[in-house]
């Protein structure tokens, strides 16, 4: 697996993921909108990495990727830069999803393993605060595989989020 941004020759690619965004996950695509082509959200994108507006519940600088696997996009990443907006002790450093179609393949768990990978190398962060719904198993068992170590579970009283918080160190070697 590879955690990239897709190429301007992948656009078919691309478009096949955009397509296959689940209902269940609307935002899987960060900052994306209707109609865009590659090249326009490439530009946005790189924006929010050096955080230039930064999009609103976000607040700052972030680093959205894919994640590849034989060519084709399975998945994502997404890593706040740092947490110091409020909202980032409910959402944590890093968010990831898999299209329905790859579920159940371990892709979530290396996604999760190769962010926290790039997060050290290219963010300088050392430790990593990785948030879940209370419901979500799977996104509970993807921490845990990745050294997870529970912290607390918060409740946004003005959200009505709820949010099981967890640190994992960025070691040198994973
Ligand atoms: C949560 C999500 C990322 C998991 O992706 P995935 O690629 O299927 O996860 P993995 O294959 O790496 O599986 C991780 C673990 O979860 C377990 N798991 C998968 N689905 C599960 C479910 N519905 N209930 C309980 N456990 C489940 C797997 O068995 C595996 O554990 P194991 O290795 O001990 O068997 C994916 O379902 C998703 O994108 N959901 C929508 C977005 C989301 O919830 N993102 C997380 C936000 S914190």
Known sequence: MEL???????????????????????????????????ADYLDALREQVLGIDPAPGREVASTFLFAFVDGRIVGRASIRHTLEHPAGQMTGHIGY????????????????RLAIRHAREHLGISRVLVTCDPGNAASVRVIEKNGG???DQRHDAETGMRKRRYWIDALPYD
């Open 149 to 151: 170590v529970f912290e």
């Open 97 to 112: 999803a898999v299209l329905p179609e790859s579920r159940g393949r371990g892709h979530a768990t290396e996604i999760l």
């Open 4 to 38: 990239r941004l897709p190429a301007l020759h992948e656009e078919t690619e691309f478009r096949r993921a955009v397509a296959a965004v689940p209902a269940d996950n609307p935002t899987f695509l960060h900052f994306h909108r209707p109609g865009m082509t590659l």
